[in-house]
């Protein structure tokens, strides 16, 4: 055997070696069944951007599932030995499947150290009609980028989501059904949905249509309209089997406003001292009241899909120490001149009279309901 061949043998032995199917699915179990289903073979190269490096006796775990009315089902999987590797790890891998028209197909990959999740690329749909796929670059994230190491959030199931460039909108209506419209509604597909899977702050939705499927995932993280920067509690990625993927904002940014009283911290470039009580409540009526400094007030809000208005608040008569008049005062002027809001990073409520930096009004939750 020449040099050339030995080396082509020695690099053979070393991908099996590497990559096997550990689990064979069902489909995989009766080769004369097997024969007749349809082959797909994967290319990818999975990655990421942070500069750490793998364990050397990490293993890559790769599932194949079909996603139908009764749930997700292994078609097969495989797992890879890192050996000391590092990203990119490429992968070239074939299964088969039969998966039809009412059903999904996905690939996902997981990096684990014994039974410790280190990295995941999230579910990774794929065509089914086509017999290989090239899928570039997938990227691996932590658990804590996905949101699958944090508690449930209290914030509701976003019923909507949206992006631009190209404009696109999906709804939820229930559990079973949803819609999609794309192309700046020239596209319009009636889906329904197979399943619905929520773990920490991740919601993902799979759902057929006839001439398409989607993975929709919600990760509850604050999420800016790339138009008018106007702030949703969810954001948003839509993959679909006919245009890639979609990239927005989920939920209604009114949620981020009600639910609970906010505590004035701050007006202008004046805090507000620690034992005078100035206060937000917004309820899902468009109402808004709390107290500000000595009296009680209340006021009506606008919220629209870009900007928050509150008209002039009407408020009780009583006097008070004039550093709490001052307060008010100064609180009632800012707050017919709001028109817009957002949510820092650590949770708190910004009220502004401009798109700018400038920040009008500062507010907290109180510790417990954040």
Request: aromatic content about 6%; some cysteine; hydrophobic content about 40%.
């Amino acid at each position: 055997m020449n040099m050339k061949a030995l080396a082509a043998a020695a690099a053979l032995f070393l991908a099996t070696a590497c990559t096997f199917n550990l689990r064979p699915g069902a489909d995989d179990a009766d080769e004369s069944v097997a024969a007749s289903m349809k082959r797909m073979e994967i290319v990818a190269s999975l990655t990421y951007r942070e500069r750490i490096a793998l364990p050397a006796d990490a293993v890559v775990r790769t599932r194949f599932e079909r996603i139908d009315e009764s749930g997700a089902h292994r078609i097969s999987s495989y797992d890879t030995s890192l050996d000391g590797r590092q990203v990119p790890i490429p992968l070239e891998l074939g299964f088969r499947h039969s998966v039809g028209s009412d059903a999904l197909l996905t690939m996902r990959s997981r990096v684990y150290l014994d039974d410790t999740l280190l990295r995941d690329t999230g579910p990774v749909l794929l065509d089914a009609t086509r017999r290989s796929a090239d899928l570039g670059e997938l990227q691996l994230y932590t658990p804590a980028q996905l949101g699958l190491d944090s508690e449930s959030t209290e914030l509701p199931m976003p019923e909507r989501a949206s992006g631009n460039e190209p404009g696109w909108m999906l709804q939820i209506e229930g559990d079973r059904s949803a819609r999609l419209v794309r192309d700046y509604g020239q596209v319009e597909d009636s889906l329904q949905i197979l399943q619905l899977e929520r773990e920490g702050g991740l919601v993902q939705v799979f759902a057929r249509g006839e001439d398409t499927g989607i993975v929709a995932a919600f990760h509850s993280r604050i999420c800016r309209d790339s138009a008018t920067g106007m702030p949703h509690p969810w954001q948003a990625s839509v993959q679909t089997l006919d245009n890639g993927t979609l990239n927005g904002c989920g939920g209604s940014p009114q949620s981020l406003l009600t639910g609970a009283e906010w505590h004035i911290e701050q007006i202008g470039d004046t805090a507000v001292p620690d034992k005078i009580r100035m206060t937000l409540l917004f309820d899902d009526e468009n109402r808004l009241s709390g107290q500000s400094a000595c009296n009680r007030y209340f006021a009506d809000y606008r919220l629209s899909g870009e900007s928050l208005e509150i008209k002039q608040p009407g408020a009780t008569l009583m006097a008070c120490a004039e550093q709490q008049m001052e307060l008010e005062r100064a609180f009632f002027e800012r707050l017919p001149e709001i028109r817009h809001f957002d949510i820092s990073a650590d949770g708190r409520l910004l009220l502004k009279s401009t798109d700018g930096e400038a920040v009008d009004i500062v507010a907290a939750k109180p510790e417990g309901d954040a």
